[in-house]
Nanobody, 116 residues
Framework: QVQLVESGGGLVQPGGSLRLSCAAS????????MGWYRQAPGKQRELVAT???????IYADSVKGRFTISRDDAKNTVYLQMNNLRPEDTATYYC??????????WGQGTQVTVSS
């Protein structure tokens, strides 16, 4: 059974930083494309960042230069470092595995709120 468990969300002021973690079990992440999606209230779910197993990373235009996806294969964990956070980054963030546009594996989500 595949499980992706996110952590690290919370409340942060504009301009602040957070690092999200995604601990995977049931899959070995070093053979999977892993990524992060987010969904804000009343908005469609959107891709934030993906680390493609064949090489390369994909970022949403709105987060380029501010967010960085990385993975620690030894810990079977994926990270999303988020810097210079903005109120519009407020959303539930989901860890995904197995694909870019239609990943089959999803975590339960972690809430990120950017507010003063």
């Amino acid at each position: 059974q595949v499980q992706l468990v996110e952590s690290g969300g919370g409340l942060v002021q504009p301009g602040g930083s957070l690092r999200l973690s995604c601990a995977a079990s049931g899959i070995i992440i070093n053979i999977y494309t892993m990524g992060w999606y987010r969904q804000a209230p009343g908005k469609q779910r959107e891709l934030v960042a993906t680390d493609v197993i064949s090489g390369g990373t994909i970022y949403a235009d709105s987060v380029k230069g501010r967010f960085t996806i990385s993975r620690d294969d030894a810990k079977n964990t994926v990270y999303l470092q988020m810097n210079n956070l903005r109120p519009e980054d407020t959303a539930t963030y989901y860890c995904t595995g197995g694909g870019v546009r239609n990943p089959p594996y999803w975590g339960q989500g972690t809430q990120v709120t950017v507010s003063s």
